[in-house]
């Protein structure tokens, strides 16, 4: 019997994320080949368009985990087809985390997939199905600076390169925030169900505020040099230097003024 868990629609690619997707494609082949007027535009664009295909897929791996581990109630939802305005909460997963990009330059966990927990059984399947998002940013980033370890730069256009550094401090940076072990993000969701029901009764009031608190620690200076000195440690292992991560952002803000050592030839 088809039931609404399995009907074809809920899994059909929506179009919504088709035209993100076109969206990266045009302005990452506008970025490549300077076509555009301006380049810091493209690479904004382009940027912003491949971080919101990064966060749809994040939380796809989230509902595709889950919908393996029992929870057949995922495709009534929505979530498999890749839109993101079937999130439980958009706003936290796509508006905001643009938003901070924007302003700050650092990647926001999202978090807006609703999971029946109590149809799946397991704590590696509940840990699994919290960690398929940030994984999912990994592969993001390893994808993003494959062309920076394994040295094939060659023919790549600067403005390129230095979108694809941005990109990826966007992937590490909301890696390891979403791997944090702290309530309301993945990390806290991965340990979760190992912890006794005590503790997790306990601890469940402050899931809200976890994100904020986190940021609030953030502000404090000598927490703050610690966890970009990490970032920068993580993308130097990658292949990508201090200048080409500067560079992509300093282009992706290209309303302000475009540092001379950012200049790309037309």
Not at 206 to 220: C, D, K, R, S
Not at 250 to 258: A, G, K, M, P, V
Request: charged letters at 10%.
């Amino acid at each position: 019997m088809t039931t609404a868990a399995f009907r074809r629609s809920d899994r059909r690619i929506s179009p919504v994320f088709v035209g993100i997707v076109a969206v990266m494609a045009v302005t990452g082949w506008a970025t490549w080949t300077g076509f555009a007027e301006q380049p810091g535009l493209a690479v904004f664009l382009f940027v912003t368009a491949a971080w919101i295909v990064s966060l749809c897929l994040h939380e796809y791996a989230h509902a595709r985990t889950a919908l393996h581990s029992g929870d057949i109630s995922i495709g009534a939802k929505g979530y498999l087809t890749l839109n993101p305005l079937k999130y439980t909460h958009a706003l936290l997963s796509i508006v905001l985390p643009v938003i901070f990009v924007i302003m700050g330059g650092i990647g926001l966990p999202g978090g807006a997939v609703f999971i029946e927990r109590g149809r799946i059984q397991g704590r590696w399947k509940h840990s699994l199905i919290s960690a398929a998002g940030p994984l999912t940013n990994v592969l993001f980033a390893v994808v993003c600076t494959a062309p920076f370890w394994l040295h094939a730069l060659d023919g790549v256009p600067l403005a390129f390169q230095y979108a694809l550094a941005f990109l990826a401090l966007l992937q590490v940076t909301a890696a390891i925030l979403n791997f944090l072990p702290v309530p309301g993000l993945d990390g806290y969701g991965v340990i979760e169900p190992w912890l006794s029901y005590g503790v997790r009764r306990q601890v469940e009031p402050f899931a809200p505020f976890g994100l904020l608190a986190v940021f609030a620690v953030l502000w404090i200076p000598s927490v703050n040099t610690v966890f970009f000195d990490l970032i920068d440690s993580v993308l130097g292992g990658l292949g990508i230097d201090d200048l080409q991560r500067y560079c992509g952002q300093n282009l992706y803000r290209f309303w302000q003024s475009t540092d001379q050592f950012c200049t790309v030839s037309r």
